[in-house]
């Protein structure tokens, strides 16, 4: 059964860090560029950063650049998403998912979701 599963969320003081994973099973993410997508109230999904299956590259949205760093450790078959100095408007459920057409920010274009973990920036 394929399966992507995050963890890491939680409520963090605006300001902080928080890593989230997201672990996959029943498949291996070798061959597959993982994303990580954002869904805040009453929004669309959104594309928050992406890397590629194989030469590294990455895709970063403008409103996170310089804060978040994805990386993957497929021996884990695992990708991570550092953020740091987190603001509250990044306050949201984050989703990994996994696309077999290379790195991209189109939900549409990913072929395997996780049910999300929240994330809560707050004083």
């Known amino acids: 059964q394929v399966q992507l599963v995050e963890s890491g969320g939680g409520l963090v003081q605006p300001g902080g860090s928080l890593r989230l994973s997201c672990a996959a099973s029943g498949f291996t993410l070798d061959y597959y560029a993982i994303g990580w997508f954002l869904q805040a109230p009453g929004k669309e999904r959104e594309g928050v950063s992406c890397i590629s299956s194989s030469d590294g590259s990455t895709y970063y949205a403008d409103s996170v650049k310089g804060r978040f760093t994805i990386s993957r450790d497929n021996a884990k078959n695992t990708v991570y998403l550092q953020m740091n100095s987190l603001k509250p408007e990044d306050t949201a459920v984050y989703y990994c998912?996994?696309?077999?057409?290379?790195?991209?920010?189109?939900?549409?274009?990913?072929?395997?979701w996780g049910k999300g973990t929240l994330v809560t920036v707050s004083s």
């Open positions: 998912a996994a696309s077999s057409d290379g790195v991209n920010s189109d939900p549409r274009a990913m072929d395997y």
